[in-house]
Nanobody
Framework: QVQLVESGGGLVQAGGSLRLSCAAS????????MGWFRQAPGKEREFVTR????????AYADSVKGRFTISRDNAKNTVYLQMHSLKPEDTAVYYC??????????WGQGTQVTVSS
C-alpha cells in the first residue's frame, strides 16, 4: 500500500508557473514509475506525464510538452511537476499516481490548479 499526498495547487494567471509536489509513504518509492494525471470539469481524467524509477526517462502529453517538467527525489519520496506558461485549459484537478506493472494502482487525493485568463 502506498499513500500519496499532492500539494502546491492554486490560482495563477495565464502565463504563470506553479510547482506541484507529491509525497509518497513507504520505503519502496524508488521502485515505482510515477505519473501525473489531471481531470478538468466535465472531462475524463487524462495522462499528463510520467517518470521512470531513477528519473532518467520521462514522457509527456503533447498538450504539455515543453511547458511542464516532471522530476523526482527518491531520497525524499517525492515527485514534482513544474508547470510553466500555464493556460486556462490547464485548469484541472491534478493527481499523482503510482504505476504497478501496466496499471496506475495508487492515487493521491488531487490538488486543484486554476488558471485565469
Amino acid at each position: 500500500q502506498v499513500q500519496l499526498v499532492e500539494s502546491g495547487g492554486g490560482l495563477v494567471q495565464a502565463g504563470g508557473s506553479l510547482r506541484l509536489s507529491c509525497a509518497a509513504s513507504g520505503r519502496t518509492f524508488s521502485s515505482y514509475i510515477m505519473g501525473w494525471f489531471r481531470q478538468a470539469p466535465g472531462k475524463e481524467r487524462e495522462f499528463v506525464t510520467r517518470i521512470s524509477r531513477n528519473g532518467g526517462s520521462t514522457a509527456y502529453a503533447d498538450s504539455v510538452k515543453g511547458r511542464f517538467t516532471i522530476s523526482r527525489d527518491n531520497a525524499k519520496n517525492t515527485v514534482y511537476l513544474q508547470m510553466h506558461s500555464l493556460k486556462p485549459e490547464d485548469t484541472a484537478v491534478y493527481y499523482c499516481a503510482v504505476r504497478v506493472g501496466d496499471t496506475y494502482e495508487y492515487w493521491g487525493q488531487g490538488t486543484q490548479v486554476t488558471v485565469s485568463s
